[in-house]
C-alpha cells in the first residue's frame, strides 16, 4: 500500500521519516556543528595571530620612529653644534693675533689682525669713481710738496750707473732672459720685426736726424744699459710727444693715500716689486715678495677670499698689498685677441677681433654683445671682453684694504720713478746693496706660457703710439666701448678718449 509522503518540518526537503533516515540526519547535524566548531576555532585562532602580528609591527614602526627622530635630531644638533664650531673657529681666526714675519736682530714678532671684511662689497659707479677722482687729485697736490724732502731709494743715473737685470734660468738650466747692451743692424729682424726692405728704406737714416723728438727715449735705453743703438732703431721709436698725448707727462698711480696704513697696521710680509725687498721679512728667502697674489693674479678680486692659488695657502692675505696694473683697455683688447688666457669667447685674431657685439645692431639700434666667459672655477660670465675689463678693475677700485693700481705704460716710459714710489709705500729698500736701478730689457716675461718676444725696445715703439689701438674695432665695437670706458673711468686711469667710429675707421 502506497500511503502519502509527509515532510518533517526540521527535515530538510527530500528526506525520508523513517528511523534509519531519522538517525544519518542527527549523525549528519553533529558532524556539521563540529566542523562549524572547528572553523570558528581556526578563525579565531588566525585574528588572533594576526592581531599579535599587527602589534608586533607598530611596536617596531614605533621604535622605528623613535629612533629615527632621535638620529635626525642628533644630527641636525651635531650640525648646528659643528656650524657654530666652524663659525667660532672663523671668529677666532678673525680676532686672533697671527705672527706673519719677524723684526730686526733682537727677534722682535710682527702681529696684526684680520681687520677688513671678508666680502666683495660692489659701490656704484656713479658714487665710486668721483670719490677715486677726488682722492687722486688731493694726493697729487699734496705729494710735490712732499717729494722734494723724500730721500730717493735708488742713486741718480750717471754713466757708471747702468746695470741690467742679470742673466735668468729657468730649472732645466735653458736661458731665459738675456741683458741686451746694443742694438745693431743685423738685430732689427729679430729684435724689432723689421722687414729687409724697411732696413733698405731707412739705411741713410743719420743719427741727428733720427734722435730728434725722440731724446727722452733714447735716455731711458742709455740708462737701462743699451749704449749702441743704430739710427734706424732710434727713429722706429715714438716721439715723447706722442706717449704724453696717450698718457700724461707723469705715471698714474690709486691708492697711495693708504700706504701708511699699511706700514703701520701690518708687517712688511709679502709685496711684488723686483728691485726692492722688505728688510724686515727675514723668514722669506725672496726678501717678501711675490710674482703674484696669494689668491691668484687673474683672479677676480671678489674671490680674494675663496680661492687660493699654488701652495699659497699658507699666506696671510689680509697682509698682502696687491700691486694691480691696469692697461689702456684698447691696447689690452688687442692683447687679448693675440693670447685670451681663459677668456672663452667667439673671435679670430686679425679678422674677427675683438668682436663686443655682432655688426649688425638690434632694432632699438643698440648693440647685440656677445658674451664671455671666463673658464675660473666656477666660471664667471660677462655681457662683453669690454665689461670684463671694466669689472676686474671695478673690484680693486672698490678694495676695502690697501692696494695700487698702476699703469701698465708707465713701466715702459716711467718704471723708475714708478717701481721708487710703490718700494716706498710698502716701506721696502733697494735689492741691492749698491741700490742702482736695475732694468728689464729683454721680454719681461718667460716660461712656456708666456711665448712673446716683445722686448723693452719693441715695446716702447708699440705702446708709444694709436696706431694699432683700434685694429678691427666695428661700429658696434665702438658702442659697446664707449658704454664701459666711460670719459670718467679714461680720465681716472689718465688715458686719452679714442676718436669717434668714422674718425678711426
Known amino acids: ?34 566542523k562549524f566548531s572547528n572553523t570558528s ?3 579565531s585562532n588566525r585574528s588572533n595571530g594576526s592581531l599579535l602580528f599587527a602589534i608586533v609591527i607598530c611596536i617596531v614602526l614605533s621604535l622605528l620612529l623613535i629612533y629615527f627622530f632621535v638620529a635626525l635630531s642628533f644630527v641636525k644638533d651635531n650640525n648646528n653644534n659643528n656650524s657654530n664650531n666652524a663659525n667660532k673657529i672663523k671668529n677666532d681666526q678673525l680676532r686672533r693675533t697671527t705672527t706673519s714675519g719677524r723684526g730686526g736682530e733682537g727677534g722682535e714678532t710682527y702681529q696684526s689682525t684680520a681687520l677688513y671684511t671678508q666680502k666683495h662689497i660692489p659701490i656704484p659707479l656713479s658714487e665710486l669713481i668721483p670719490n677715486l ?5 688731493q694726493y697729487e697736490s699734496m705729494k710735490m710738496s712732499k717729494l722734494k724732502s723724500k730721500r730717493k731709494l735708488f742713486k741718480a743715473y750717471d754713466r757708471q750707473n747702468k746695470v741690467q737685470l742679470e742673466k735668468k734660468r729657468d730649472k732645466a738650466g735653458k736661458v731665459v732672459y738675456n741683458p741686451i747692451t746694443s742694438i ?17 728704406t731707412l739705411s741713410n737714416m743719420t743719427y741727428d736726424e733720427a734722435i730728434q723728438g725722440r731724446e727722452r727715449l733714447v735716455d731711458i735705453l742709455n740708462e737701462a744699459g743699451i749704449v749702441d743703438i743704430d739710427p734706424i732703431a732710434i727713429s722706429i721709436l715714438p716721439k715723447w710727444t706722442s706717449v704724453t698725448k696717450l698718457y700724461g707727462e707723469k705715471p698714474v698711480i690709486l691708492g697711495l693715500e693708504r700706504c701708511e696704513e699699511f706700514r703701520t697696521k701690518f708687517p712688511i710680509d709679502d709685496a711684488s716689486i723686483e728691485n726692492c725687498k722688505l728688510p724686515n721679512n727675514k723668514h722669506d728667502k725672496a726678501g717678501g715678495t711675490r710674482w703674484q697674489v696669494p689668491w691668484g693674479k ?17 699666506v696671510n692675505k689680509t697682509n698682502v698689498m696687491p700691486i694691480v696694473l691696469v692697461r689702456d683697455p684698447y691696447t689690452w683688447m688687442q692683447s687679448m685677441c693675440k693670447h685670451g688666457y681663459e677668456a672663452r669667447w667667439p673671435h679670430k685674431y686679425g679678422s674677427l677681433c675683438p668682436n663686443l657685439a655682432k655688426k649688425k645692431l638690434l632694432r632699438n639700434g643698440t648693440p647685440d654683445m656677445i658674451k664671455l666667459k671666463i673658464a675660473y672655477k666656477p666660471p664667471a660670465e660677462f655681457k662683453s671682453l669690454a665689461h670684463y675689463w671694466g669689472e676686474w678693475y671695478k673690484q680693486y677700485l672698490e678694495a676695502d684694504y690697501p692696494r695700487l693700481i698702476v699703469r701698465f705704460e708707465d713701466i715702459q716710459f716711467h718704471a723708475k720713478e714708478l717701481i721708487e714710489t710703490v718700494c716706498q709705500c710698502a716701506g721696502a ?17 718667460w716660461g712656456a706660457a708666456h711665448k712673446s718676444s ?40 689718465g688715458y686719452e678718449m679714442p676718436p669717434s667710429y668714422s674718425d678711426v675707421k
Not at 9 to 23: F, W
Not at 189 to 198: A, N, P, R, V
Request: charged share 25%.
Open 429 to 445: 729698500v733697494p735689492r741691492h746693496d749698491d741700490a742702482i736701478f736695475r732694468y728689464v730689457v729683454d721680454s719681461a716675461k
Open 454 to 493: 716683445t722686448n723693452m725696445i719693441s715695446a716702447m715703439v708699440k705702446y708709444g703710439s694709436d696706431e694699432q689701438r683700434f685694429t678691427g674695432m666695428s661700429e658696434a665695437d665702438f658702442l659697446v666701448a664707449n658704454e664701459v670706458f666711460t670719459p670718467e673711468i679714461m680720465e681716472l686711469f
Open 184 to 200: 745693431k743692424r743685423e738685430d732689427l729682424t729679430d729684435m724689432l720685426g723689421l722687414s729687409e726692405q724697411e732696413i733698405h
Open 41 to 43: 576555532t581556526s578563525s
Open 133 to 137: 677722482q677726488s682722492t687722486k687729485n
Open 298 to 314: 687673474h683672479m677676480l678680486a671678489e674671490r680674494r677670499w675663496t680661492n687660493t692659488a699654488g701652495h699659497d695657502f699658507k
Open 1 to 34: 500500500m502506497t500511503t502519502g509522503a509527509l515532510r518533517h518540518r526540521n527535515e530538510p526537503h527530500g528526506a525520508t521519516s523513517s528511523p534509519s533516515s531519522s538517525k544519518k540526519t542527527t549523525s549528519s547535524k553533529l558532524r556539521n556543528k563540529n
